[in-house]
Every structure is written in structure tokens, then in C-alpha cells.
């Protein structure tokens, strides 16, 4: 069974700091990883996704996967309020027919 | 990115009554719909995976005869909760993979509260 792993936080961070959220997967063949934000009360959105190892940048986002060590990270530069919200890490499952989530990390930002 | 429409967005129904929710899929053909749950402060628990034109697969513990699923057309799937009950207060949330790609647009979501 496949697992993505996260620490649910919250992590706290400053207004104008970079918020780092680190999520592990337990599948070394998993292909494709997907970062989701959820704010309180709302369905998920896509914020990014990455395929290949290295990093992968959108804005103040920057997706980073590291296939050796089964991580996969989002970094947030810097970051604003309006960031606060569940940040959801997901992968394939083994027919590749539905995404597993893990369980998401809280970001708090204070201004 | 593409667009997925649930409704209603929120419901309050007597015991005992049955909800339908729907879910479509605006600007994209979805052979693929998801369904889930999520209880405050928890993650998304996947309930079912809905299939155009064939019956859903459901996760295990969820009753497929509790929470019917209709997949008939390739932008449409609806979700009917029969019989609610308190417990099944939640906020339920449906999602559409274009056709040939992972990733997954989701639906504003349909809050229950079943008095």
C-alpha cells in the first residue's frame, strides 16, 4: 500500500519568510507529485505539480523532488497571510487511478 | 485549468431523507470522478471511484448501498446519500480527471448537515 507522509504542523513563519513543507512517499517508483492548498472550510486546489527530480518553479512556489531520498518538498518564498491555509502532498496509487493524500501540514502566517 | 462544478453547495435535510449531489465536469470529459468525505480538521478520506458507464469502486469500510453513486455520462456524476442520518453531517467533495492525466480538479464541495 502506498503512503504519503506528512507532518500535520502547524509550521509558523513570519510574513515575507519561506515556508518549507516536506512530504515523504513510501513507493520508489512513484512518478508524478502533486502539491494541493486547502483553506479552511474549502475544497482543494492545485498549486503545483512535478515530474522530474530537481525543482520546479511558479511564482513564490518552488516544487522540489528528490527521487533517492522519496521526498518531495514546496517551498512558499516570501510568504504572505493569505498563504495560511492545509497544504496537501499526493501521489498516484498503484494502478494510477486515483491520487493518495497525505494527511496535510497546517501553514500559519503571521503579519 | 479545468473546471468542476458540485451541487448543492450546502444542504440541511431531516433524518432519514436521502441528499443527491451532483458533479460535473464543465469544459473536459471525465471518465474518471471521485468522491470524498472530510470530518472538521481531518484529511480527505476517499469514499469511491466513479467510472463512466460501469458501477463505482468503493473503499474499503464505505457502504456502497448507503452512498449510491451514477456515473451515466461523461460529465456527470452524482452522489446520493440515502437515509442520512446525523453522522453522515460532513463536508463531501468530488473530483474529475481529464481524460489520460493524474491530476485532479476538485469541486467547491456540498457541506451536509442531516438534524
Known amino acids: 500500500q502506498k503512503e504519503v507522509e506528512q507532518n500535520s504542523g502547524p509550521l509558523s513563519v513570519p510574513e515575507g519568510a519561506i515556508a518549507s513543507l516536506n512530504c515523504t512517499y513510501s513507493?520508489?517508483?512513484?512518478?508524478?507529485f502533486f502539491w494541493y492548498r486547502q483553506y479552511s472550510g474549502k475544497s482543494p486546489e492545485l498549486i503545483m505539480f512535478?515530474?522530474?527530480?530537481g525543482d520546479k518553479e511558479d511564482g513564490r512556489f518552488t516544487a522540489q523532488l528528490n527521487k533517492a531520498s522519496q521526498y518531495v518538498s514546496l517551498l512558499i518564498r516570501d510568504s504572505q497571510p493569505s498563504d495560511s491555509a492545509t497544504y496537501l502532498c499526493?501521489?498516484?496509487?498503484?494502478?494510477?487511478?486515483?491520487?493518495?493524500f497525505g494527511k496535510g501540514t497546517t501553514l500559519s502566517v503571521s503579519s | 485549468g479545468a473546471v468542476v462544478s458540485q451541487h448543492p453547495s450546502w444542504v440541511i435535510c431531516k433524518s432519514g431523507t436521502s441528499v443527491k449531489i451532483e458533479c460535473r465536469s464543465l469544459?473536459?470529459?471525465?471518465?474518471?470522478m471521485f468522491w470524498y468525505r472530510q470530518f472538521p480538521k481531518q484529511s480527505l478520506m476517499l469514499m469511491a471511484t466513479?467510472?463512466?458507464?460501469?458501477?463505482?469502486?468503493?473503499e474499503q469500510g464505505v457502504e456502497k448501498d448507503k452512498f449510491l453513486i451514477n456515473h451515466a455520462s461523461l460529465t456527470l456524476s452524482t452522489l446520493t446519500v440515502t437515509s442520512a442520518h446525523p453522522e453522515d453531517s460532513s463536508f463531501y467533495i468530488c473530483?474529475?480527471?481529464?481524460?489520460?492525466?493524474?491530476?485532479?480538479?476538485f469541486g467547491a464541495g456540498t457541506r451536509l448537515s442531516v438534524l
Open positions: 473530483s474529475a480527471n481529464s481524460a489520460g492525466g493524474n491530476i485532479q480538479y
Open positions: 513507493d520508489r517508483g512513484s512518478q508524478s
Open positions: 512535478i515530474y522530474s527530480n
Open positions: 499526493a501521489a498516484p496509487n498503484q494502478a494510477g487511478t486515483a491520487l493518495i
Open positions: 469544459d473536459f470529459q471525465a471518465t474518471t
Open positions: 466513479s467510472n463512466e458507464g460501469s458501477k463505482a469502486t468503493y
